[in-house]
Each structure stands twice: as structure tokens, then as C-alpha cells.
T-cell receptor, first 114, second 113 residues
Framework: NAGVTQTPKFRILKIGQSMTLQCTQD?????MYWYRQDPGMGLKLIYY???????DKGEVPNGYNVSRSTTEDFPLRLELAAPSQTSVYFC?????????????FGPGTRLLVL | KNQVEQSPQSLIILEGKNCTLQ??????????LRWYKQDTGRGPVSLTI?????NTKSNGRYTATLDADTKQSSLHITASQLSDSASYIC????????????FGTGTRLTVIP
């Protein structure tokens, strides 16, 4: 049981490039989330999914896209990287809506856009 | 506006000493409050979850308190260890939207020998 795994751990992008951040969980959780964490700031929700085929925007979705074709995978796509997207990205999952359930976080992907 | 504020922003203590971290929130309606520990370069890990009816909850050397009337919580760390050096994030669940988690900016704790 690996929990939540993310790849890559670190990436440098040039402005305008695109990339996909991968996230996989093996706990059969329905809910999955993408957050970004900027220095000195709290985690901001980018997108979330309540199950395969269902996604919805969070607080800061602009510049990102997601898909959820399986329960296990929830990739985050950056189409045209901008310096403002330099951040640490965390994927998380939980069994149900996080009113009562603990979220389990991945180790994060550190992204630098130059 | 639903907000979570933590203090202090950072804290340095000697190994073996105790410390208390604070969390104030304005999230309504309130569901529960959780404390996470985030080691450098890692994702947050849950320490404790507190519901409306719980005043105190312990997890080893960590003791969390909740005053739902004043909307305040604290995390007390006893006999600190070097491994306690991390950021501690207060997260409040509530509100009325689908995005029902509100994160504080964290307190950065450094324990020195």
C-alpha cells in the first residue's frame, strides 16, 4: 500500500511549455484533490474530483486542467506554463467528502517556471 | 468570509521544552478542525481531528484543544524533540460549498539542541 504517489518530484519548465503532473492512489478513495502551496501561504485548492469521470474547480483553477478516467489516477495538466505557476503541488485523496474523513497527501511536486 | 489564521508564523524552541501553537477561525458552519504536521519537502500528515463536542484530544506528545464558542484551537507539544521541527497546519472543515476545507498558513517550528 503506497498511499498517494506523485511524479515527478521536481521539474523546471520554460514559459509556455506544457506538462502533466501525475497522481496515483491505491486506497480506492473516491475523492481526489490538487493543491498548490506557495511560500508562506496556505494550501489552495486547484481542482477536485468526487469519483471517476467527475471533476470540479476549486479556488484557483485558471491555467490548469484535470481528468479522472479511473479511480486511481488524477493527473493535473498545465498547458501554457507561466512564472506564477511556480509552486509546490500536492495531490491528496480521501474516502469521502472531507467533512469527517482524513485526507492523505502525496509527497508533492516542486515546479519552477522560468 | 471563511478564514483560518495561525500564530505565531514561526517559533524556535530548545529541545525538551514545551510550546503552544494557536489557530483562530471564522469558518461557518463549523464541521471539524484538524491539525497537520508537514515536514520539509513532504506532504501534510494528519495529527488529530476534533469535532464540535470535543474540547481536548491527545496524540502522544501532541495535545489539541478546541473552543468552539470562541472559535479557537491550540496545539500543545510537550517535551519537544528535534523531529518535531516542521510546519504545523490548522485546517477547518465547514462552510456551505463543495470546497469545504480551509487551510491556515501554518506555524514553522524549529527545535534546536
Amino acid at each position: 500500500n503506497a498511499g498517494v504517489t506523485q511524479t515527478p518530484k521536481f521539474r523546471i519548465l520554460k514559459i509556455g511549455q506544457s506538462m502533466t503532473l501525475q497522481c496515483t492512489q491505491d486506497m480506492n478513495h473516491n475523492y481526489m484533490y490538487w493543491y498548490r502551496q506557495d511560500p508562506g501561504m496556505g494550501l489552495k485548492l486547484i481542482y477536485y474530483s468526487v469519483g471517476a469521470g467527475i471533476t470540479d474547480k476549486g479556488e484557483v483553477p485558471n491555467g490548469y486542467n484535470v481528468s479522472r478516467s479511473t479511480t486511481e489516477d488524477f493527473p493535473l495538466r498545465l498547458e501554457l506554463a507561466a512564472p506564477s505557476q511556480t509552486s509546490v503541488y500536492f495531490c491528496a485523496s480521501s474516502p469521502e467528502r472531507t467533512g469527517w474523513e482524513t485526507q492523505y497527501f502525496g509527497p508533492g511536486t516542486r515546479l519552477l517556471v522560468l | 468570509k471563511n478564514q483560518v489564521e495561525q500564530s505565531p508564523q514561526s517559533l524556535i524552541i530548545l529541545e525538551g521544552k514545551n510550546c503552544t501553537l494557536q489557530c483562530n477561525y471564522t469558518v461557518s458552519p463549523f464541521s471539524n478542525l484538524r491539525w497537520y504536521k508537514q515536514d520539509t519537502g513532504r506532504g501534510p500528515v494528519s495529527l488529530t481531528i476534533m469535532t464540535f463536542s470535543e474540547n481536548t484530544k491527545s496524540n502522544g506528545r501532541y495535545t489539541a484543544t478546541l473552543d468552539a464558542d470562541t472559535k479557537q484551537s491550540s496545539l500543545h507539544i510537550t517535551a519537544s524533540q528535534l523531529s518535531d521541527s516542521a510546519s504545523y497546519i490548522c485546517v477547518v472543515s465547514g462552510g456551505t460549498g463543495a470546497n469545504n476545507l480551509f487551510f491556515g498558513t501554518g506555524t514553522r517550528l524549529t527545535v534546536i539542541p
